[in-house]
């Protein structure tokens, strides 16, 4: 029985850390600069739904969302999550509604920590709300005032190694979480504006490997068991 329990702890072991190094290495796709200033407001005002569209090519997972912020402090709700631009639907898993000062402040961007989803290939966009209502919850947009010049964007994109493939950008007037069904022309700046974010980790070749050493230990416990109490 010792010798059964050993063998069980260990396989468990190699489990959790296959999953561990699955996981590891995660990246913020969409970047914002400290000090980046909304510039969007006057007769854009909102509030706006804001989308940014990325195409998956090497599945993976996210386990932070984030939403931008331009004084630090959220007012009132700013909800962020993934959507599946095919069928319009929302991932599940991904939705956070971000108030006050929740999250870790990176860039101009606040993050926080979800349950790893995992994105198969595939195009996606990251969507947020309740931008731009009466000063409140104000957003960048690099076609505003033509700052910065036409093309040109100070949202950055990672690909994640190639991973993802930056996309085209859309929105929809609201407070409340909906895929945005307008898009805005080709030739704009892109990323065209602040607003949502997430991280991306790719599975490392450590961690298939480390995973499928302890799926076989795993099986291998499980026939022990069975035939050692007879389980059919």
């Known amino acids: 029985m010792k010798t059964f329990n050993a063998m069980k702890k260990l396989a468990l072991g190699l489990a959790v850390g296959g999953l561990f190094a699955w996981q590891a290495g995660a990246t913020i796709v969409y970047n914002t600069p400290s000090g980046l200033v909304p510039n ?3 007769a854009f005002a909102g509030p706006w739904i804001l989308g940014l569209d990325f195409t998956v090519n090497t599945g ?3 386990d932070a969302i984030g939403a931008y912020t331009a004084s630090g402090t959220f007012s009132g709700t700013v909800p962020v999550a993934i959507y599946n631009v095919d069928s319009g639907l929302q991932v599940a898993g991904t939705e956070v509604n971000f108030s006050g000062t929740m999250g870790t402040l990176i860039g101009q961007t606040r993050y926080v920590n979800i349950a790893p989803v995992y994105l198969a290939p595939g195009t996606y966009s990251v969507v947020a709300a309740n931008y731009g209502v009466a000063g409140a919850n104000d ?5 505003v005032a033509n700052i910065p010049p036409s093309g040109t964007s100070l ?3 990672n690909t994640v190694g190639g991973a993802l493939t930056d996309g085209s950008f859309r929105y929809d007037y609201g407070s409340g979480l909906a895929f945005p069904l307008s898009t805005v022309g080709s030739g704009a700046a892109d990323p065209r504006w602040s607003a949502g ?4 980790a790719v599975p490392e070749a450590s961690g298939f490997a480390l995973a499928g050493v302890a799926l076989l230990g795993l099986v291998y416990v499980g026939r022990v068991y069975s035939q050692k109490f007879k389980i059919a």
Do not use: E, L, R, Y
């Open 60 to 62: 993976g997972s996210v």
């Open 155 to 157: 949202v950055t994109f």
């Open 40 to 42: 969007q407001g006057g």
């Open 139 to 143: 957003n960048w947009n690099a076609g």
């Open 197 to 200: 974010s997430f991280d991306f």
